[in-house]
């Protein structure tokens, strides 16, 4: 089966880093104005995951949410989450790393598509 959310390695060794110092993790990527389009990591309970949201796997160990209009957008593709320098000006724990999660994607093939709808998971 085909990962709806993969990482690129310098994402889940950042996330390595970000578990060493903080504990347990969770990843949000939301459409809002002030958290952007961006992946966002948080520790748990400082984002409150409901039925807008859709739980599209995890990376690293680590659950990965996004939000339904978001994932509307972007059910199509598989997201990859990658790490770039510099501040996302976000309020993701990564800031003071001096880094950024970043979001690429690609659009699954027909095969991919067939299965996740064959697996009732679109």
Not at 70 to 77: C, G, L, R
Not at 87 to 96: A, D, K, V
Request: glycine share 14%.
């Amino acid at each position: 089966m085909v990962d709806r959310v993969i990482a690129t390695e310098a994402t889940l060794e950042l996330i390595k880093q970000l578990q060493a110092k903080h504990g347990e993790l969770m990843f949000h990527q939301s459409g809002g104005c002030c958290d952007n389009s961006a992946a966002n990591c948080y520790l748990p309970g400082e984002l409150t995951i409901g039925a807008g949201d859709v739980l599209l796997g995890q990376i690293g160990g680590v659950p990965f949410y996004i939000g339904k209009t978001q994932y509307e957008y972007w059910k199509h593709t598989q997201l990859i989450i990658d790490v770039i320098d510099g501040h996302g000006g976000t309020f993701s724990l990564e800031g003071p790393e001096g880094k950024a999660f970043h979001t690429r994607s690609r659009v699954f093939t027909d095969a991919e598509w067939a299965e996740l709808q064959a697996a009732g998971l679109v």
